[in-house]
């Protein structure tokens, strides 16, 4: 949410900070700006809208300089426009500054630097930042930034620059995630590593509280006081080449297509031989043995990974799994202690939602596990124990492969529990191993079937409203289908548990409208039939997602989608893969953005 970069040293700043932003610009794309020192001034440009209006809009070919900032917004506070755009200066047009997170206090300090004198142009938090240091400058940028982070309250990843001292770059990390490139000739500040890894595997990854002083070419890190600290250089193992779209329309469409490659890289790195290794650093088998609680928390379609693995969990090691979203997690009573284990699932790793509940997990004394995609995001570093999910970049801001190879980890931290408990033994994990193997090729099969997809999405492209059915396993697969096409086609979705229709929702069905229903497990097919037969008899098109060669389901459904044929506890891996096929197609034939919908962002670092 939000992305910034930053860069000083001898190479043309302007050039390295506006190619790193368009690495951002998943992170929020409704406006974009930049602040460099050229010919000795500091220059801001902002543009409202994708950084390739900034790009349109000015000749930056002449602004060559040694240090500059840039930012590419998601509005939080004040509607997205060019005043609002960061980077925002201070009053007396010296300090500049990029900011990702919140100002919580900023009408209170406002208030305060107004009856001083100080200005304002935007409606943003953001633009008393500079303007605070401003208040606290005299002559050192880097005491000005200490003294003013001591008053501002909220969550901060701050590049500032000064026309005063032109040699210098001064950032701060609280609460939003920063890193610190090592470049050859020079450093980078950035949001992630996508917009540094062209230049640099050596990395700082800042903690909160970190401030860092750099110059042409050299760095001090400080913590909030002030007093020096040192900070390891990592050195990651990490390739841009998933950053393309290589040959695909969109980076949406590129990502379903790579499902059965990361789903295969995902199970073969966890077992060897059908045998569960210890290839990652889980809990032991005692601690997990020791478990009485478990709870899963994550947001949106990670959510929805985790309510997959809620039932997995509860499938194989016979203990109750409760799931929360993290939004609601940090402010609910969560009865946890030693003895709880509490799950995180994020995509991104910086999810500022998710970030709380695993503060407040911590805080009552749990265990926690993150299950994450992103190398050095904040949760690896606040969780005890981490796992990947070697999807490889995601771009798109619908997630996709994230979303199966978050699965593919959770069925796998169910058996290890299982196993733990003494609830399943070798030739069952054998049986799911194998099941599971046979996945990518079935993606494969389904992927296939595009025509029939596009299809779907012209017959229900000019909907008011769309529906989503299921039961069990099938009713999230229907949720994320649901989030899926509504993110995408702006269209109204809504998912309902089958059985739940009778009980009010189904006074929604009018002549023609479309209810998608995911009808895979086998042991309420039945049912999931004789509602879809109520729906039919009201008139709705009904379209089921359902297991090949399943006749039953076919004469009650008005269009079939045909997948094939898996364990019942792994159809969320088959079933959601139609969901997102179809999500494309509608957003496509929409003309929308499909890479980047209307006020989404891929990284959501404010709660
Ligand atoms: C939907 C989507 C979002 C994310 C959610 C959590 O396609 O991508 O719902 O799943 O914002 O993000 P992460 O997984 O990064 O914590």
Partial sequence: MCGIVGYIGNKNATEIVLNGLKKLEYRGYDSAGISMITGGKLETYKKKGKIVNL???????????????????????????????????????????VHNGIVENYLELRN??????????????????????????????????????????????????????????????????????????????????????????????????????????????????????????????YTDESASKEGYDHFLLKEIHEQPKAIEKAISLRHNDYVLNDNEDIFTKEELK?????????????????????????????????????????????????????IFVSQSGETADTLAALKEAKRLGAKTLAITNVLGSTITRDADKVIYCYAGPEISVAS?????????????VAMRIAKAKGQIDDADIKNIIEALEKIPAQIDEILK?????????????????????????????????????KETSYIHTEAFPSGELKHGSIALIEPGTPVITVATQSKITEKTISNNQELIARGAKV??????????????????????????????????????????????????????????????TVE
């Fill in 55 to 97: 790009e349109n809009a000015y000749d930056f070919s002449s602004k060559i300089s040694n240090v500059a900032i840039a930012h590419t917004r998601w509005a939080t506070h004040g509607e997205p426009s060019e005043v609002n755009a960061h980077p925002h200066v201070s009053s007396d047009g010296k300090i500049s500054v």
């Fill in 400 to 412: 996709t492969k994230a979303y199966t190879t978050q699965l593919i980890a959770l069925y796998f």
């Fill in 449 to 485: 079937d595009k025509e029939n997809f596009k299809e779907i999405a012209m017959e229900i492209k000019d909907s008011n409203s769309i529906f989503y059915t299921g039961r069990l396993l099938d009713f999230i697969t229907a949720k994320e289908g649901a989030l899926k096409l």
């Fill in 290 to 342: 020791d478990i009485e609680k478990i709870y899963i928390s994550a947001c949106g379609t990670a959510f929805h990974a985790g309510e997959v693995g809620k039932y997995a969990i509860e499938s194989l090691a016979k203990i109750p799994v409760i799931s929360e979203i993290a939004s609601e997690f940090r402010y609910k009573n969560m009865f946890l202690d030693e003895k709880s284990l509490v």
């Fill in 543 to 604: 379209i089921s997602i359902t297991n090949r060669g399943n006749d039953f389901v076919k004469d009650a459904s008005t269009n079939l989608v045909e997948i094939p044929k898996t364990l019942d506890i792994l159809t969320p891996l088959l079933a959601v893969i139609p969901e997102q096929l179809i999500a494309y197609y509608t957003s496509l034939s929409l003309g929308n953005d499909v890479d980047k919908p209307r006020n989404l962002a891929k990284s959501v």
């Fill in 112 to 237: 305060k630097l107004q009856e001083k004198g100080f200005t304002f142009k935007s409606q943003t938090d953001t633009e008393i930042i500079p303007n605070v240091i401003s208040d606290n400058y005299d002559g050192d940028l880097l005491k000005a930034v200490i003294k003013a982070h001591k008053v501002l309250r909220g969550s901060f990843a701050l590049g500032i620059i000064s026309s005063d001292e032109k040699d210098r770059l001064v950032a701060l990390r609280d609460s939003s995630p920063l890193l610190l490139a090592i470049l050859e000739d020079g450093y980078m500040i950035a949001s992630d590593i996508t917009s540094v890894i062209e230049h640099t595997n050596k990395l700082i990854f800042l903690k909160d509280g970190d401030i860092v002083d750099i110059k042409k070419d050299s760095y001090k890190i400080y913590d909030s006081d002030g007093n020096e600290v040192d900070r390891e250089v990592t050195e990651v193992d």
